[in-house]
DNA sequence: ATGGCCATGTAAGATGTTACATGATTTA
DNA sequence: TAAATCATGTAACATCTTACATGGCCAT
């Protein structure tokens, strides 16, 4: 079971019988970028799961177009499976592209420092401010789990940009101590 | 220019000319499960930066064995390029596997949220005793970069501990007032 | 001399990305 | 009636995972 697949059972199961269109658009839709959204890794998805028995489609009513799906007993114990196995590593930090490049921000010029720490903090706050947003979104209401989600993003923004902001402020700092902090040790000895 | 060749070049650059397999241990030591750490992956990864012209052999030193690479002039541009190059979802959430699961407890029963809140915080707290520990290590003082990545990592998992601790909160408060507070739409409508 | 680390890969298969393709229905 | 949305896919290609394979070096 993958990542994708156990949120596609998630999303089936939170969502009602709803068609393959409604879970791509829920992933589109989704305040965390890094779920692929392609309907190219969707459909395969959705068609392993059917085969494997744990979603099934049911007639649409009068009128609906599409395929309904829903989970089968076995997909709801897949999901409860799932939900509760996550390996030990799980909890630690995830992979993120802003912390990843920060990493190498030493290869930069101080021009070139400056430009990421500014789009970097724009990005950041722009996030805040969506993720600020969403919570207050009366849709979705509803959903008790969706509303914690948006409270673990929110919070989850709010570090990063707390982030960014010490790492302003560290390059400000490095900068007036010592020319060469950027540099890695490497680059010194050269 | 994917994730994973951008990083490689920064490992390159910031460990000076270094083998694949200094490579493969600092993504398999990265306090960022998620890095793909397999050999799998990462030799492939060279083989094409280098049919690229980014990284190059350099002939080892008296008795070294295996490749010794390094960044060429061009890598060093790429590095820069993609350091700067992240787009506009950046900045935003990223794929949590706790919070993806968390949102879907609603399928548990009260036991079985139970051992979900209780084995996320341990994770969580385990995460955090090491984030600490990473950041009062000494090796890795010299690369100001690489301690600033240390601090975001912290950072992320005090966040993500926070919205367990808040989690259970919430799960303790919405089994007080209505039992049916952690069903979907879909559970409640059956 | 044996187990552990250094070191570099490959093979098969699963998965994901990007782009294309089609057609119905609804809304401005 | 034109554009947007609903709806379901496929094809080619790139990439990642898992497992296997090999051999040198070093410390106990």
């Given at each position: 079971m993958t990542e994708l697949e156990g949120v596609i059972l998630g999303i089936i199961w939170s969502r009602g019988p709803c068609s393959g269109y409604v879970v791509h658009k829920r992933f589109a839709n989704s305040p965390t970028s890094g779920w692929s959204s392609s309907t190219g890794s969707i459909y395969p998805a959705l068609a392993r799961l059917e085969a494997q028995g744990l979603i099934a489609a049911t007639a649409p009513n009068d009128g609906q177009r599409g395929r309904l799906l829903?989970?089968?007993?076995?997909?709801?114990?897949?999901?409860?499976?799932?939900?509760?196995?996550?390996?030990?590593?799980?909890?630690?930090?995830?992979?993120?592209?802003?912390?990843?490049r920060g990493i190498y921000v030493g290869i930069l010029d101080a021009e070139g420092r400056r430009e990421f720490m500014d789009h970097a903090e724009r990005r950041a706050r722009a996030a805040l401010v969506s993720a600020e947003a969403a919570q207050l979104d009366?849709?979705?209401?509803?959903?008790?789990?969706?509303?914690?989600?948006?409270?673990?993003?929110?919070?989850?923004?709010?570090?990063?940009?707390?982030?960014?902001?010490?790492?302003?402020?560290?390059?400000?700092?490095?900068?007036?101590?010592?020319?060469?902090?950027?540099?890695?040790?490497e680059a010194k000895r050269a």
């Open positions: 829903s989970l089968t007993p076995p997909g709801e114990d897949a999901l409860r499976t799932w939900v509760l196995a996550f390996g030990d590593d799980a909890g630690g930090a995830v992979v993120d592209p802003l912390r990843a009366p849709k979705g209401r509803d959903n008790w789990g969706h509303q914690a989600a948006l409270m673990g993003v929110r919070f989850e923004i709010e570090a990063r940009l707390k982030w960014v902001e010490a790492l302003r402020r560290q390059e400000a700092t490095a900068r007036a101590d010592e020319g060469l902090a950027f540099l890695s040790a």
